[in-house]
């Protein structure tokens, strides 16, 4: 009797068999394995919609700075001298600025980019690389930021103190790599304490990261070639900057713009594949990497005009 229960008691305290325990570790190593797919994929899903966030932060907040300054160009004093043919009155028809020896436009462009966004009187360098634009308005203290310097001032895109004597704002927008981060970013350049009609003594700073693309396009005003009057409505099709340019009205018949922004995700990898986006041309693109890529485009009148 007391041999049967030693016997009893030893096959109680035996453990379990080899194959007993390779299936418990088999099927703690599918459980682990699952638990670390749907970790992963939810990191995953969460590092693509914060990159999608903040993707279109920043293409709304670029493309909303643009619209701004647009809506503000030619306000003031700023004409051209065939505005004094027009049908209509559009917005304040004064004499040429104060320190200026010809009457500026309200919106300038540059197919391709500016060859140097400082210099007083630009240059375009043409091609295929991102547009460029510039905008001028006369500003006071009433219709633009202040400074904080002590001084009751306008100032520009950069928050510099305007100091021309004409009284004129002039930002120019347009796209840049970023020597510090490497990220292609929108960039404002702007005439704070530059005297009228003299290379811009700032230093053009970005504004919006991330943004790869800018195109631009004008709705111009008809002209009767035989009075020289600018009918109120666009009356061709939307034209880049080098056929406004060679346009019977040019500059000053601009009567609205077409804004086309192109921005990327900041991180790669975040898709699983290559994506396909439209760009400013409506053309479909497969992306060089993994990133997110999203077309942002506003049509902005030229309120002073309209």
């Known amino acids: 009797m007391k041999t049967n229960n030693i016997i009893r008691y030893k096959s109680n305290l035996a453990g379990r068999s080899l194959v007993e325990l390779m299936i418990a570790i088999t099927i703690g190593l599918f459980i682990l394995i699952a638990v670390s797919a749907l970790f992963l994929s939810n990191s995953q899903t969460s590092r693509t919609s914060d990159d999608k966030s903040r993707l279109e932060d920043e293409g709304r907040l670029a493309l909303n700075l643009i619209a701004f300054h647009l809506r503000m160009a030619g306000y003031g004093q700023l004409k051209s001298a065939i505005y004094d043919k027009m049908q209509f009155n559009y917005g304040t028809t004064f004499n040429r600025p104060t320190g200026l020896s010809k009457e500026p436009n309200p919106v300038e462009g540059c197919t391709g980019g500016f060859l140097n966004p400082a210099d007083a009187t630009f240059a375009c360098t043409g091609g295929t690389t ?33 100091t021309a004597a004409s009284s ?36 053009a700073q ?11 396009t004008y709705g111009t005003a008809g002209v009767n070639v035989t009075t020289g009057d600018i009918d109120t409505n666009v009356t061709s099709s939307f034209i880049d900057a080098t056929a406004v340019a060679a346009s019977a009205t040019q500059w000053s018949g601009v ?52």
């Open 255 to 306: 009567l609205a713009v077409n804004v086309c922004l192109v921005a990327q995700s900041a991180n790669n990898n975040v898709t699983t594949r290559p994506i396909q986006y439209r760009d400013c041309a409506g053309q479909l693109v497969t992306a060089p990497d993994r990133r997110l890529y999203e077309t942002f485009s506003s049509v902005v009148t030229i309120r002073s005009k309209t």
């Open 130 to 162: 991102p547009d460029a634009l510039s905008i001028r308005y006369v500003v006071d203290l009433f219709n633009a930021n202040v400074t904080n310097t002590g001084v009751a001032a306008p100032t520009d895109c950069l928050g510099q103190r305007v």
């Open 206 to 216: 970005p504004i919006a990261e991330n943004i790869i693309d800018m195109r631009l």
């Open 168 to 203: 004129i704002v002039e930002n120019r927008f347009f796209i840049r790599n970023n020597p510090t981060t490497g990220r292609s970013e929108l960039y404002c350049i702007g005439n704070g304490n530059t005297p009228d009609e003299a290379n811009f003594t700032g230093v």
